[in-house]
């Protein structure tokens, strides 16, 4: 059971919008900052959102970072079908001096 | 070009150890902490452990799932971390990935190596 929590799943079809939650607790996401990675199939993961909301350069802009209090968000617009892949939160946990991550929520791209 | 490679993954008996190596190249090493993270087959990414820079004492934490039983080391001379594993167990079997931490504000993982696959099996 992973330490913050996200649906195991999303979908969308082109072009839509859509949102990915993350729920910690006051020792990771309320008092540190949230990345959100991109895991697409077969491949090793990428950052694709840091401190909070901050896209790395080559990141398109469709793709945003959100948090308030003990929860997060990653909301996707324009959904195109490359977008179909696993997505993961992670965050500094001060209690348990650890990293931790969310479950990952499946993105499918009908 | 930033990049991580890892080695030294491979079939090991339960109980048994393994050393897995992470050399970087198109950074300063010395400048970063190193994290490892792995994911079992079909499962989620679960962090492994930090080993921290000169400047932080060359540190390490660990999760509590693999504390007692992997060392993180490193040679800033060879660009390089090491994850020495001991007392493997079938559930450490998992793709390992070596990933380059940013410099503060925050410590995102910014850089992925390719992974290796460690097999725990009898």
């Known amino acids: 059971q992973s330490v913050l929590t996200q649906p195991p799943s999303a979908s969308g079809t082109p072009g839509q919008s859509i949102t990915i939650s993350c729920s910690g607790s006051?020792?990771?996401?309320?008092?540190?900052?949230v990345y959100w990675y991109q895991q697409l199939p077969g491949t090793a993961p990428k950052l694709l959102i840091y401190?909070?909301?901050q896209r790395p350069s080559g990141v398109p802009d469709r793709f945003s970072g959100s948090k308030s209090g003990t929860s997060a968000s990653l909301a996707i617009s324009g959904l195109r079908s490359e977008d179909e892949a696993d997505y993961y939160c992670g965050a500094w946990d001060d209690s348990l001096s650890a990293m931790v991550f969310g479950g990952g929520t499946k993105l499918t791209v009908l | 070009e930033v990049q991580l490679v890892e080695s030294g993954g491979g079939l090991v008996q339960p109980g048994g150890s393994l050393r897995l190596s992470c050399t970087a190249s198109g950074f300063t090493f010395s400048d970063h902490y190193i994290d490892w993270v792995r994911q079992a087959p079909g499962k989620g990414l679960e962090w492994v452990g930090r080993s921290r820079d000169k400047t932080n004492s060359y540190t390490t934490d660990y999760a509590a799932s693999v504390r007692g039983r992997f060392t993180l080391s490193r040679d800033d001379s060879k660009n390089s971390s090491y994850l020495q594993m001991n007392s493997l167990k079938t559930e450490d079997t998992a793709v390992y990935y070596c990933t380059r931490v940013s410099s503060p504000p925050g410590r995102a993982l910014d850089r992925w190596g390719q992974g290796s696959l460690v097999t725990v099996s009898s």
């Open positions: 006051s020792s990771n996401i309320g008092t540190n900052y």
């Open positions: 401190r909070n909301n």
